[in-house]
């Protein structure tokens, strides 16, 4: 075991770890944090995605020795079920999840995009979100969810 | 004093003599003329068309004349070099910003002697010192391939280049000194396939230009043809004695490599070689064969052996956090019982030659920036690290690893390495 301090949605957590952890199994099992998803557990469908820093990442492949120092951020950091953010405001409007299980990785991936770029074009929110999977289909309303916000960062701008 | 007159001025006269002979020549290497611009030529013959795309492929036009969402050979790709950034250029049949108004003669000036359509001189990255070595019909059959596509109006990009070569009539000298190259001709002792592989690699596929070392102006040293250079920011690793290395190629493993797939005991093909090889996958596979049979009959290297570091085994610590950080991010795909390794014959790391070469460049570029998809290509994918392991983990990881391939030949440059690679990511 070793002693891994993360700093997750601004609080910092003090953690005795297995040193070969992955971060998403700290976020769910240490930090009940359940909204990263295990889907492949490969880097390869997106489920898992959480930022940290400013960037986009697989948290089933990101060990947690390492991140001491970095903001870790989660899909709870965005709103909550009673208050949601703006982006999960705009996927409710677009109704754009079916089960819902890649819904927390693909709101973070979308996140971090927006703060990079708060007006992307479509090709650009198709390019950026290509990473992450839906099994059930729902990637056009993902992707107009995500263009409602882009839309309304422009109007405020 | 009349005798020192008339010497004074017989020096005058010898003066401006020179002077008018080193402009005469100055303007002859400098300057070049138009060709006439032409009303778009409407039909081609369709064999000349279907040759045509093949030449194009070949030639890996559109690797480098479309950019990533942009149309096909519209142009737009940025391309680093060390004299400044370049924009590839739109060479769709559109009159105004493509090369609609390129008569035949106009299009083969360009591709022999770097020279567009209306005289200005083109940039060496675009490999006319290659191009000069195709024959003539695949020349033409190219020409009617590109004037028989779709035009798309989409003007050059401003380039960026550094004083002095951001003005273009220099590139005349470059020329003289290194524009000398002569159509193939058949070498009659070898196979068709070896000659058709030959005339692959030094012509349309311009090989040398990322896999020979350049010189200072930016052109292939002379006498270290093929034997590795380098490429935004990857190892273009050496294509000499492939046949003859310690894990060495087969002509079978060779062409599937080419061809954009995993090959067993070797891996297969990422970085800029990924675009190339999924290109020659569209061709018909006995260029492949043919590529393959002639690199493979290239001599060893000699004055390039391989480097032989002081023998300085990594830090016990570096391992141990090395393994642990490959079985923390690798190894669901890249342990030796992980299910993605019984895809298609997928080696050992060890086996790959990121990991077997001397320099650590391509392995830590492929963990940074993965292997990304190409959308309705096959192939493997693999995630970025870039954001998930930082510089210890990668240098930790990067030593483990290369301590399964090479147990004698430690990467002595990890922390140069990275820090090179993370500031030209920059």
Known sequence: MTQVTLNVNGSAQALELEPDMPLLYALRNHLGLNGAKYGCGLGQCGACTVIVDDKPVFSCVTPCAGLEGKQVRTVESLGSAEQPGPLQQAFIDKQAAQCGYCIAGMLMRAQALLEHNPHPDEQTIREHMSVNLCRCGTHLRIIEAIGLVAAQNRSAA | ?426
């Not at chain 2, 611009?37 to 479309?66: K, W």
């Not at chain 2, 083109?122 to 596509?149: C, K, N, Q, T």
């Not at chain 2, 280049?161 to 290194?178: A, G, Q, Y």
């Not at chain 2, 930790?396 to 690679?421: F, G, H, M, N, V």
């Open chain 2, 1 to 426: 004093m009349n005798a020192r007159f008339l010497a004074s001025r017989r020096l005058w006269i010898g003066i401006a003599a020179l002077a008018c002979i080193g402009a005469t020549g100055a303007a002859m290497l400098m300057w070049r003329p138009a060709i006439a611009p032409i009303e778009r030529p409407q039909t081609f013959d369709s064999l000349h068309v279907q040759r045509g795309a093949r030449v194009v492929e070949a030639g890996d036009c559109a690797v480098c004349h479309t950019r990533p969402g942009g149309q096909y050979l519209a142009g737009g790709l940025p391309l680093v070099t060390p004299f400044g950034t370049l924009y590839s250029t739109n060479i769709t049949p559109d009159p105004q910003t493509g090369i609609g108004a390129w008569s035949l003669p106009a299009f083969e000036r360009a591709m022999r002697e770097g020279i567009a359509r209306d005289g200005h001189f083109l940039y060496p990255a675009f490999p006319y010192v290659h191009y000069r070595r195709m024959s003539e019909g695949d020349i033409a059959d190219a020409y009617a391939y590109l004037m028989s596509g779709p035009a798309v109006n989409s003007p050059a990009l401003a380039n960026h280049m550094n004083f002095p070569m951001n003005i273009r009539p220099l590139v005349s000298f470059w020329n003289l000194l290194f524009l000398h190259g002569e159509p193939l001709k058949a070498a009659t002792e070898q196979s068709a396939s070896w000659n058709r592989g030959r005339y692959l690699v030094d012509g349309p596929g311009h090989c040398a230009g990322c896999h020979s070392p350049l010189n200072l102006i930016g052109a292939e040293k002379s006498g270290e043809y093929l034997a590795g250079g380098s490429v935004d920011g990857w190892e273009a690793p050496s294509l000499l004695g492939m046949a003859r290395r310690a894990t060495p190629w087969r002509q079978d493993q060779l062409v599937r490599y080419l061809r954009a797939e995993v090959v067993e005991g070797h891996g297969t093909a990422a970085g800029p070689m990924r675009p190339v090889s999924l290109s020659i996958a569209r061709l018909p596979v006995s260029d492949a064969q043919a590529i393959a049979d002639y690199l493979l009959s290239l001599p060893g290297e000699s004055s390039v052996s391989e480097v032989h570091p002081d023998r300085v085994s990594a830090g016990t610590s570096d391992l141990h956090s090395g393994a642990l950080l490959f079985a923390s991010a690798c190894a669901g795909c890249h342990a030796s019982a992980a299910p993605m390794r019984m895809i298609d014959g997928r080696p050992a790391l060890a086996h790959t030659s990121a990991l077997q070469s001397s320099s650590a460049r391509n392995f830590m570029k492929t963990v940074l920036e993965g292997i990304p998809a190409n959308p309705g290509e096959p192939g493997p994918v693999m995630p970025p690290f870039a954001a998930s392991l930082n510089n210890d983990q990668l240098i930790a990881l990067a030593a483990y690893l290369r301590q399964q391939a090479q147990p004698d030949k430690p990467w002595t440059d990890l922390t140069s390495t990275l820090e090179a690679i993370r500031q030209e990511a920059k």
